[in-house]
């Protein structure tokens, strides 16, 4: 990949914001920090157009309760066009992690993971976005 340099002028306020982002994130200096921000403005773009995007669809629920794992399990294979893998992982007796992982359009991405989220007796779902370009 080949660099390009090129001038930024910002208003004191504002670099002093980058800088406090560069900290805070431990970017190694600004460049990296400005590359991120673009990227993730990208990804959002791609997002709300309806674009093909991946993501993980993170829940955590109670694995005692049977057939609420048949539930995210029947989604799972009802949308098998958009889930690419799933890992389940038992954090103590009680609680499950399910991290599904996912490719497709946008609005079908997030359709799913509001289903899943939705299951009664999932304490908490969130979907991770990102994109493939």
């Not at 038992?90 to 991290?99: A, I, P, W």
């Amino acid at each position: 990949m080949t660099l390009k340099r090129f001038g930024v002028s910002l208003e004191n306020d504002l670099l002093e914001k980058l800088d406090e982002f560069v900290e805070r994130k431990m970017f190694p200096n600004r460049s990296q920090a400005i590359r991120h921000l673009i990227h993730k403005n990208t990804v959002e773009e791609q997002w709300e157009n309806d674009e093909l995007v991946a993501g993980a669809i993170v829940l955590i629920y109670d694995h005692n309760l049977r057939e609420l794992h048949e539930k995210v399990n029947a989604l799972q294979h009802e949308y098998n066009c958009l889930t690419i893998a799933g890992q389940h992982i038992h954090l103590d007796s009680n609680h499950t992690l399910e991290v599904i992982t996912v490719k497709g359009k946008s609005s079908k991405l997030t359709k799913l993971a509001n289903k899943l989220t939705a299951i009664k007796g999932v304490k908490h779902g969130e979907l991770v976005k990102t994109g493939i370009d």
